[in-house]
């Protein structure tokens, strides 16, 4: 991702939908990136665990945009550790 977005620029979505085959889909389509929006989505643990693990099934990075600087953070963290 680092060297995608140094040779200018990366094509990315926020998600705040809890849809994995969204997700999935995206993958499919040339997307390099996305963000799921845990900070205006009602994303409990299971729907962002599914969100984490399809976007890992569809090769793309998931970065988690949390709602505030706390325990969300380490959470998001250990979500995506387990889902890779």
Avoid at 31 to 53: M, S, Y
Avoid at 69 to 75: E, F, L, N, S, V
Wanted: charged share 20%; glycine share 14%; net charge negative.
């Amino acid at each position: 991702m680092r060297d995608r977005l140094r040779q200018g620029g990366l094509i990315g979505m926020f998600i705040s939908l809890p849809a994995p085959s969204l997700v999935e889909s995206l993958g499919g389509i040339g997307f390099d990136a996305l963000v799921l929006d845990a900070e205006h989505a009602a994303f409990g643990i299971a729907e962002l665990e599914a969100l984490i693990r399809a976007a890992d099934v569809a090769g793309l990075p998931a970065l988690v945009r949390v709602a505030a600087i706390g325990p969300d953070i380490g959470r998001a963290w250990t979500w995506g550790r387990r889902a890779s």
